[in-house]
């Protein structure tokens, strides 16, 4: 099972990003997946979430209109858009792929390594 994160990097205040997440050896499509950032000195936080089955969304207030989760079945591949970026959201962001088993109640929870994204002038 592997989570791989790419995509981070420095860009300049109001600028774009797009981070990759590719997944490998487990049923992506069943799998809730996030996006969650550590700042600096800061606990981890959720920034975007899409749903298993019907694929809702949710984005933390502090992204809303400017970040984007999309995921790619076919690829494995969860993204994440950011748009307008400020300096603020400079973190470590970090891919997240949860379930658990309506059966044993079992937790399925699994992580990439993360990737820095540095938003500076």
């Known amino acids: 099972v592997q989570l791989v994160e790419s995509g981070g990097g420095l860009v300049q205040p109001g600028g774009s990003l797009r981070l990759s997440c590719a997944a490998s050896g487990f049923t992506f499509s069943s799998y809730a997946l996030s996006w969650l950032r550590q700042g600096p000195g800061k606990e981890r936080e959720l920034v975007a979430r899409?749903?298993?089955?019907?694929?809702?969304?949710n984005y933390a207030d502090p992204v809303k209109g400017r970040f984007t989760i999309s995921r790619d079945i076919a690829k494995n591949t969860v993204y994440l858009q950011m748009n307008s970026l400020k300096a603020e959201d400079t973190a470590v962001y970090y891919c997240n792929a949860v379930r658990r088993d309506r059966y044993t109640n079992d937790v399925y929870d699994y992580w990439g390594q993360g990737t820095q994204v540095t938003v500076s002038s």
């Open positions: 899409i749903s298993s089955a019907l694929g809702i969304i």
